[in-house]
């Protein structure tokens, strides 16, 4: 079936450093892909999304690209913030919407 | 634009008592999501509705879980009764419509424990 692969955390990084957060999937057809965050005492919200393959989804300085050759969906960041420490999951849609699932999720600390 | 409202945000009760959790959509949202998000885990679809209707609820332990959506708006999801691996944060999510692009808004979640 349909599943996210998320690359493990924690993840610790200076302020200024580059973030890249590895996501790959499994999916049958063409899913819909997104990354969503969880900051400390929050719920999940969307962070970004992309919908085809080769789209680049953008929002906050992070970027994602959808990449059907390698099923990938990356996050990547030029230079975190401390306020972007939070807990970052991939997930994805399938063409249907009738089914969700989530990576495990990746714990990003960022200190200053 | 208020957003999903859930409560209680807390619980804790003994194993074998009965637990209930209120999840109240952004306005105009038809689709509804109960998860379950154990620790260090992503969020697990336990139900999703559609207006009232119940469209998916494969993942649902329906010999002690229960859930409603009367009158397609709010939401409730019951555990009678809880066990210990029970506890976890009990998230809601609402959505336009289950179109795959659709942008699901997740409300606080309700952390239960199990004792």
């Known amino acids: 079936g349909d599943s996210v692969t998320q690359m493990e955390g924690p993840v610790t990084l200076s302020e200024e450093a580059f973030l890249t957060i590895n996501c790959t999937y499994t999916a049958t057809g063409y899913p819909s892909l997104f990354w969503y965050v969880q900051y400390p005492g929050e719920g999940l919200q969307l962070l970004l999304k992309?919908?085809?393959?080769?789209d680049k989804g953008s929002n906050k300085g992070f970027e994602a690209t959808y990449r059907k050759e390698t099923t990938s969906f990356h996050l990547e960041k030029g230079s975190v913030q401390v306020s972007d420490s939070a807990v970052y999951f991939c997930a994805l849609s399938d063409p249907t919407g009738n089914q969700f699932y989530f990576g495990t999720g990746t714990s990003l600390t960022v200190i200053p | 634009e208020a957003g999903v409202v859930q409560s209680p945000r807390y619980k804790i009760i003994e194993k074998k008592q009965p637990v209930a959790f209120w999840c109240n959509p952004i306005s105009g949202h038809n689709t509804l999501y109960w998860y379950l998000q154990n620790l260090g885990q992503g969020p697990e679809l336990l139900i999703r509705?559609?207006?009232?209707?119940?469209?998916?609820d494969s993942q649902l332990p329906k010999d002690r879980f229960s859930a409603e959506r009367l009158k397609g708006v709010d939401s409730t999801l019951k555990i009678q009764p809880a066990e210990l691996g029970d506890s976890a944060v009990y998230l809601c999510a609402s959505s336009l419509g289950s179109e795959t692009y659709n942008e699901q808004f997740f409300g606080p979640g309700t952390r239960l424990t199990v004792l």
């Open positions: 509705y559609e207006n009232e209707e119940a469209v998916d």
């Open positions: 992309a919908t085809k393959a080769d």
